[in-house]
């Protein structure tokens, strides 16, 4: 029986330790910080940050961890893989040079423009003038982005020239580097591929909800829900994500000896002049893992081990029913979410995300607080099963969106 240490401390870690104590290879699952909600589904806390690489390698050693799992992107920019690979730890996700793909956006793109993988022009800048002489340039709207990790909090879309100057500035000010983009009309999709061996394998398709509101209105958030599978993508679209985008990115990746076995994930926009690839991300996506793992029929531990080991695993996923997760938040995200909120009870079905414990009761700590995850024959029903169970419960002061797959009812 082998031991697995997953790193990071949310919903989808949660989700991932969960999926791996489905495996009757796996005997101990442990959590690197983790959250104290995480403890229901049987996953051990482990009280070490996500960027302390030598005690989380010292760690390994202890408890003869087989395998380390790594969720975020910040640790993997940060080179955890390199670091633990160099000890002889077995772990899953791109080395630092790989995971450039999400950390660093003008070298995403300028891959993508040498390898041919369909993008949105752009251009990047350091300097205020110039940025926007060019922005003026291009029809509104435009997209205007930090070129850094910003927790999917540093892309601005400008409707007008007066939102121009302060747009610009504000990158400027946070990173030094900013793209600015055309914007890409069009219905947007989270393609991922688990990778490793000759073939990616392809994970259902899903569909995040980034907005704040109903109906894809009001500020960007991490995430407020997500539905697998997505019916208005249909494998049509998919086989041609997988020729015109998957391909020619794997190749690159290849022919630029940045493989990897690990995550890729492309957030993909279906407009008129075909798929264009939006952002390149190297780990699992956050609230779509909630909703993808749960449909995972096979055993996860050995699909992983084999991708690391350059096989191509059989993973098998469920067929018949519609996977619907909503992510309950702090009242005030994303922009203040209140602090210190008493959880109620809350039923199995959860994954948790901000939350800290008073030793007694769960108590928010974060913006996204857990995300609750149905599945039904149709979408309509896992949406209203998710809705039903969360106004059962005591929530009146959070937040939660209830029209999550509003795109496929
Ligand atoms: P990112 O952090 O790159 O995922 O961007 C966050 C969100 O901004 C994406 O999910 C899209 O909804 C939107 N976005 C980013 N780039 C573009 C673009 N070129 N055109 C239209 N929307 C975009
Ligand atoms: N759900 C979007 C992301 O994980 O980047």
Redesign the pocket.
Known sequence: MKNVLVIGSGAREHALGATFLRSPQVDRVYCAPGNPGMVQSGIRLVDIAENEFEELAEFVGQKEIALVFVGPEAPLADGIVDFLQERGVQVFGPAQSAARLESDKKFAKNFMLRNHVPTAAFATFSEYETALVYAQNLSFPLVIKENGLAG?KGVQIVTEETQLESALHKALNQDGQVLVEKYLAGEEF?LMVFMGGPEPVFLPISQ?H?KIFAGENGPNT??MGAYSPVPHITSQIVEEARQTIVAPTVAGLHKEGLEYAGTL?IGCMLTTRGIKVIEY?VRL????TQVLLPQLTSDFYTAVTDLIAGQTPVMEWQREEFYLGTVVAAPGYPIHPKQGLQLPQLPNNVFYAGVVSDGEHLLSSGGRIFALVEHAPTLKEAQSKVNATLERLALTEFYYRKDIGFRDL
């Open positions: 999917g989270s995040d980034k991490g995430g994930y991300n996506g956050d609230p779509e």
